[in-house]
C-alpha cells in the first residue's frame, strides 16, 4: 500500500495512476474527501489530510510500505518562504512518527544547489529538511515540466507567438512530461533501496524555445514563432500573467539559473531516468485541452 500526497495533480494523479496499472493499491492523501471521490470509485483507499496538519498527515502515512510526497505549488511565495517551511516541518514530523520504509519525493534539478535557486528554493528545502531521517529517501531531481506551456497555448494560437523567458532561442533545456515524472515515481516506489538517492529525470530529448514554437505549430495548424522577453519586461510579462506584484523576483531568479546554466542536469553522484513522451506529443495534447476550454 502507497500513500500518495497531490494525487489530484499531474505528477501525484501520474504516480497513482502507474501503481493501479501495476496491481498495486494506493492511499489518496487529501484535503478535501470530493477531491478522493474519483480515486475512491478506482479502489483506492481515502485518508483525508491537511498537508500543513502533521497528525493527520502521520495517521495518513501509518502502515504504508512508501508514500510519495510533494510541495504544493506556490509560484509567488512570500518573502523567505514561509509557506514551504511550515509544510516541510508538517511533513517532518508525520514522518518522523509514522516512518514508512520509504519515501519519495518530486524535487527539481538544481535542488542541490544553496543559492540563485529562485522557485527551485522549494526543492532545496526539502532535500534539506527530509534528507537525514531514518527511512529509505529518494528526490526525483525532475526538469522543467513540458506542461509549464500549456500558457503559450493561447498566444500561439491567436498571434502566431509564444513568449519566452528562456533564451538563447536555440539553446536546448531539459523537458520532461510530468507523465514520465510520474511513471519514475511509481517504479521507484516499487524498489527496495537503503539510504538517499537523487535520480534526475528528464524528457527523451532537450527541446528549446523555438522547438516548442515548431510543435505548437504543428498541434494548432499555423505557423508559431519564438519570441525572447528582454530580461528588464520580465516583472511586468510576469504580473501580466497573473503573478502579484513584490512576488515576481523568485520566479526570475529561477529563469536565471535556467540561462545561465547554474540549474543544469548531470550533477555527480545522480542516478537518471530518461523518459519517452515528446514535447510534439505533450503540445499536441495541450492544444487540445485548450480548444475544449474555449
Known amino acids: 500500500m502507497y500513500g500518495i500526497v497531490g494525487i489530484t495533480g499531474r505528477v501525484g494523479g501520474s504516480v497513482a495512476e502507474n501503481l493501479l496499472a501495476n496491481g498495486e493499491q494506493i492511499r489518496a492523501i487529501v484535503r478535501n ?7 475512491r470509485d478506482r479502489g483506492a483507499e481515502i485518508s483525508i489530510a491537511d498537508v500543513d496538519d502533521p497528525i493527520a498527515l502521520a495517521s495518513a502515512f501509518e502502515g504504508m510500505d512508501g508514500v510519495f510526497l510533494m510541495v504544493p505549488p506556490n509560484f509567488a511565495p512570500a518573502p523567505g518562504f514561509p509557506e514551504i517551511r511550515r509544510t516541510l516541518a508538517s511533513y517532518r514530523a508525520a514522518l518522523a512518527k509514522s516512518l514508512p520504509a520509504k519515501a519519495v519525493y518530486l524535487s527539481s534539478i538544481g535542488a542541490e544547489q544553496s543559492s540563485g535557486l529562485g ?22 531531481r525532475a526538469g522543467w515540466f513540458m506542461e509549464n506551456h500549456a500558457w503559450d497555448v ?23 512530461a510530468t507523465a514520465d515524472i510520474g511513471k519514475a515515481g511509481a517504479d521507484v516506489l516499487r524498489q527496495v533501496w537503503t539510504g538517499t538517492r537523487f535520480i534526475e529525470v528528464s524528457g527523451p530529448e532537450q527541446y528549446s524555445p523555438n522547438d516548442i514554437a515548431r510543435a505548437l505549430s504543428s498541434a494548432l495548424g499555423r505557423a508559431v ?25 523568485p520566479r526570475a531568479e529561477m529563469v536565471d539559473g535556467f540561462n545561465s546554466g547554474w540549474i543544469h542536469f548531470r550533477v555527480p553522484g545522480t542516478e537518471y531516468i530518461k523518459g ?4 510534439t506529443s505533450v503540445m499536441a495534447k495541450l492544444a487540445i485541452s485548450g480548444n475544449r476550454e474555449a
Open 276 to 279: 519517452t513522451i515528446s514535447l
Open 119 to 140: 522557485l527551485i528554493t522549494a526543492s532545496h528545502l526539502l532535500e534539506q529538511t527530509l534528507g537525514d531521517l531514518p527511512i529509505a529517501h529518494a528526490f526525483l
Open 154 to 176: 493561447t498566444t500561439a494560437r491567436e498571434k502566431g507567438k509564444i513568449f519566452s523567458n528562456l533564451y538563447p532561442l536555440d539553446r536546448k533545456f531539459s523537458l520532461v
Open 225 to 249: 514563432e519564438a519570441v525572447a522577453v528582454p530580461r528588464e519586461k520580465w516583472t511586468e510579462f510576469f504580473i501580466g500573467q497573473g503573478m502579484p506584484e513584490g512576488r515576481t523576483e
Open 33 to 39: 474527501p470530493a477531491k478522493g471521490a474519483e480515486w
